[in-house]
C-alpha cells in the first residue's frame, strides 16, 4: 500500500470515527427517569422534580384530518421550550390515531402517526428532556377519538398501552400518563376496575380501569414510572391511596389537574401532602384561564416547597387559543408568553438562578 493512500485511508477512518461519536453523544445524553420511593429519581438515584409545558395539538389535530402536530414540531421549536428553563414536556396523544382505527385518515394515523410521535420523542430527548406520553382523548366501538370521554374503554386503551409500551420499553426518558382526566362521577371502584358506563357522547361502553392499563403496561416489561389522574377532571384525588391498584414496577405517580377555576386549595393540598409521603405526585396540568397568573403564583412556590412537579397548559398557538381560551402559554411558537404564560416563564427562570 503506498503511503499516500495509507494516509488518505487513515483521515477516512478518523473523520469516520468522529462522526459517529457526534452522532451517539445524544443518545449517551438521554435523561432517565424512574421512581425510588416517593420520589422521581435519575440513574444515580439523585432526585428529579419535573417543570415543563404540555405540547398541545398531537391529540386533535389527527382527528380532524388537519395534520399531526399543531404548528412546528423542529428542532428550533424545542429550542424555543428550553428557553424557559423547563426539564419535561407532555406529550397528549389519541388512541384512534396511534391505532389507526374509526376512520383515521391514513396519512395521519398508524404507522404515519406513530412514527411522527416517535420522531418527537427522539428530538425531545435529545434535547435533554423528559417525556411524558398521555393517553388523552380515547373512543370505544367505532367512535373516532374526538374528546375526553369518563373513562378509557375496555375496548382499545390496553391495546394502545401495550402497543406504547413495547414501543418505548427500553427507552427510560418516558413517563407513560395512564388516563388524562377521568370525568366527573366516575366512582373510585371504576377508577381502579371499570365498569359500565353511559355517556351523553358515545353512549353506554364498558369502561377500563387503572388496574387493567397498568397490568397492560406492565405485560410488555416496561419498567417506566406510570401517571395516575385523580377523578372529576383530575382534580379529586381523595380515594387515590385507598382504591391504588398493585404494580409490579413499583412505580406509581399519582396526578392532579389544577387551574384557577378548578383550584387546589386547603382540602387538595392536604390530600396531595399525604399522597406525596408515599408516591411522586406530579401536577400534569396547571394553568389559568383569566390572562392573569396570581393563581399559579401562588400554587408554584407551595409546590416547590413540597417537592411536588408541575407542567404548564398548553404550549399551543393555535386552535384558536388565547390565554382565556386553552388556556395558551404562548402568542407564537417562538415561545413569546402570553399574559398568563409569563408567571410560569418567569418562575421556572427564577428557579433556574436558585442554587
Given at each position: 500500500m503506498?503511503p499516500?493512500?495509507f494516509?488518505?485511508?487513515?483521515?477516512?477512518?478518523?473523520?469516520?470515527?468522529?462522526?459517529?461519536?457526534?452522532?451517539?453523544?445524544?443518545?449517551?445524553?438521554?435523561?432517565?427517569?424512574?421512581?425510588?420511593?416517593?420520589?422521581?429519581?435519575?440513574?444515580s438515584?439523585?432526585?428529579?422534580?419535573?417543570?415543563?409545558?404540555?405540547?398541545?395539538?398531537?391529540e386533535?389535530?389527527?382527528?380532524?384530518?388537519?395534520?399531526?402536530?399543531?404548528?412546528?414540531?423542529?428542532?428550533?421549536?424545542?429550542?424555543?421550550?428550553?428557553?424557559w428553563?423547563?426539564?419535561?414536556?407532555?406529550?397528549?396523544?389519541?388512541?384512534?390515531?396511534w391505532?389507526?382505527?374509526?376512520?383515521?385518515?391514513?396519512?395521519?394515523?398508524?404507522?404515519?402517526?406513530?412514527?411522527?410521535?416517535?420522531?418527537?420523542?427522539?428530538?425531545?430527548?435529545?434535547?435533554?428532556?423528559?417525556?411524558?406520553?398521555?393517553?388523552?382523548?380515547?373512543?370505544?366501538?367505532?367512535?373516532?377519538?374526538?374528546?375526553?370521554?369518563?373513562?378509557?374503554?375496555?375496548?382499545?386503551?390496553?391495546?394502545?398501552?401495550?402497543?406504547?409500551?413495547?414501543?418505548y420499553?427500553?427507552?427510560?426518558?418516558i413517563?407513560?400518563?395512564l388516563?388524562?382526566?377521568?370525568?366527573?362521577?366516575?366512582?373510585?371502584?371504576?377508577?381502579?376496575?371499570?365498569?359500565?358506563?353511559?355517556?351523553?357522547?358515545?353512549?353506554?361502553?364498558?369502561?377500563?380501569?387503572?388496574?387493567?392499563?397498568?397490568?397492560?403496561?406492565?405485560?410488555?416489561?416496561?419498567?417506566?414510572?406510570?401517571?395516575?389522574?385523580?377523578?372529576?377532571?383530575?382534580?379529586?384525588?381523595?380515594?387515590?391511596?385507598?382504591?391504588?391498584?398493585?404494580?409490579?414496577?413499583?412505580?406509581?405517580?399519582?396526578?392532579?389537574?389544577?387551574?384557577?377555576?378548578?383550584?387546589?386549595?386547603?382540602?387538595?393540598?392536604?390530600?396531595?401532602?399525604?399522597?406525596a409521603?408515599?408516591?411522586?405526585?406530579?401536577?400534569?396540568?396547571?394553568?389559568?384561564?383569566?390572562c392573569?397568573?396570581r393563581?399559579?403564583?401562588?400554587?408554584?412556590?407551595?409546590?416547590?416547597?413540597?417537592?411536588?412537579?408541575?407542567?404548564?397548559?398548553?404550549?399551543?398557538?393555535?386552535?384558536?387559543?388565547?390565554?382565556?381560551?386553552?388556556?395558551?402559554?404562548?402568542?407564537?411558537?417562538?415561545?413569546?408568553?402570553?399574559?398568563?404564560?409569563?408567571?410560569?416563564?418567569?418562575?421556572?427562570?427564577?428557579?433556574?438562578r436558585?442554587?
Amino acid at each position: 500500500m503506498r503511503p499516500s493512500t495509507f494516509t488518505h485511508l487513515r483521515r477516512l477512518i478518523l473523520v469516520t470515527l468522529a462522526t459517529a461519536a457526534l452522532f451517539a453523544a445524544p443518545a449517551a445524553a438521554k435523561p432517565w427517569i424512574g421512581v425510588q420511593g416517593n420520589q422521581l429519581v435519575d440513574r444515580s438515584g439523585n432526585p428529579v422534580r419535573l417543570l415543563g409545558v404540555n405540547r398541545s395539538g398531537t391529540e386533535y389535530q389527527c382527528e380532524r384530518g388537519e395534520g399531526i402536530f399543531e404548528g412546528p414540531d423542529d428542532e428550533a421549536s424545542i429550542e424555543a421550550m428550553l428557553r424557559w428553563h423547563i426539564n419535561a414536556v407532555r406529550v397528549p396523544l389519541n388512541e384512534s390515531c396511534w391505532l389507526g382505527i374509526n376512520y383515521t385518515e391514513a396519512s395521519f394515523g398508524g404507522a404515519n402517526y406513530r412514527a411522527a410521535i416517535h420522531a418527537y420523542v427522539e428530538r425531545l430527548e435529545r434535547a435533554g428532556l423528559y417525556v411524558i406520553l398521555d393517553l388523552h382523548w380515547a373512543s370505544p366501538r367505532t367512535y373516532p377519538s374526538a374528546g375526553i370521554i369518563p373513562m378509557p374503554d375496555a375496548e382499545h386503551s390496553p391495546d394502545f398501552w401495550r402497543s406504547v409500551a413495547t414501543e418505548y420499553r427500553e427507552d427510560r426518558s418516558i413517563i407513560f400518563d395512564l388516563y388524562n382526566e377521568p370525568r366527573p362521577g366516575v366512582p373510585w371502584s371504576c377508577w381502579a376496575e371499570g365498569c359500565e358506563i353511559e355517556d351523553r357522547w358515545v353512549g353506554p361502553y364498558q369502561a377500563t380501569g387503572m388496574r387493567q392499563l397498568i397490568e397492560a403496561v406492565r405485560s410488555t416489561g416496561a419498567q417506566q414510572p406510570l401517571m395516575l389522574a385523580g377523578v372529576d377532571w383530575a382534580r379529586n384525588l381523595d380515594g387515590w391511596l385507598a382504591h391504588l391498584p398493585p404494580d409490579p414496577g413499583n412505580a406509581l405517580v399519582a396526578s392532579n389537574h389544577t387551574y384557577n377555576f378548578s383550584a387546589c386549595r386547603a382540602h387538595c393540598r392536604r390530600t396531595l401532602l399525604r399522597i406525596a409521603q408515599e408516591h411522586p405526585v406530579v401536577t400534569g396540568e396547571l394553568g389559568e384561564g383569566d390572562c392573569r397568573h396570581r393563581y399559579i403564583d401562588h400554587y408554584m412556590p407551595w409546590a416547590d416547597a413540597h417537592d411536588i412537579s408541575y407542567l404548564g397548559w398548553a404550549w399551543d398557538a393555535g386552535n384558536g387559543w388565547t390565554c382565556r381560551g386553552g388556556p395558551s402559554l404562548i402568542k407564537d411558537y417562538s415561545g413569546h408568553p402570553t399574559s398568563f404564560g409569563i408567571g410560569l416563564r418567569e418562575h421556572l427562570r427564577k428557579l433556574a438562578r436558585t442554587p
